[in-house]
């Protein structure tokens, strides 16, 4: 018998926001990284490919870290997990609250990055590869969380 079918109906909604917040989160990371790898090889697009990045992780990724982050919460306290030892939900907090730094480190260089190539025609070539990697890094990071979400390892 699985967890589902033994889950509370009320647990259903908070989880389906999780689920969802998480899901466009990756997709948005991997269009950051997509588009901020594709503009290291191509000069003629680089500055619309690093503000499209910038700006799908302004308003992509914040958000749906956002909502991925503010819903795991609500549905470990209506399962009471809050407390729980459990190596898959440790895994979890770990990345998202490493992730949230990240992310806030990402915008920051992003946004210097976008203000840079405006005021220099093109300038910022070493902040967005560092975004490129803080992006990755992020990424890599949440699909380990999401593989302990899923296979709840111990």
Request: proline content about 3%; aromatic content about 8%; hydrophobic content about 55%.
């Amino acid at each position: 018998m699985t967890t589902a079918a033994i889950r509370p109906d009320d647990w259903n909604f908070p989880l389906l926001l999780h689920v969802l917040g998480a899901m466009v989160l990756v997709g948005g990371l991997v269009a950051v990284v997509s588009g901020l790898v594709i503009a290291w090889r191509r000069d003629e697009a680089q500055t619309l490919l690093t503000r499209l990045a910038f700006r799908t992780l302004l308003f992509v990724v914040l958000p749906s870290y956002l909502l991925m982050r503010i819903t795991a919460q609500w549905v470990a306290s209506r399962e009471k997990l809050d407390d729980a030892d459990l190596a898959w939900i440790s895994i979890g907090y770990i990345v998202t609250d490493a992730g949230a730094v990240i992310l806030l480190l990402s915008l920051i260089l992003g946004y210097l990055g976008v203000r840079r190539a405006r005021s220099e025609g093109g300038g910022g070539r070493g902040l967005f590869r560092a975004l490129t990697v803080l992006s990755s890094i992020l990424l890599v990071a949440l699909l380990v969380a999401m593989w302990a979400m899923t296979t709840k390892p111990i």
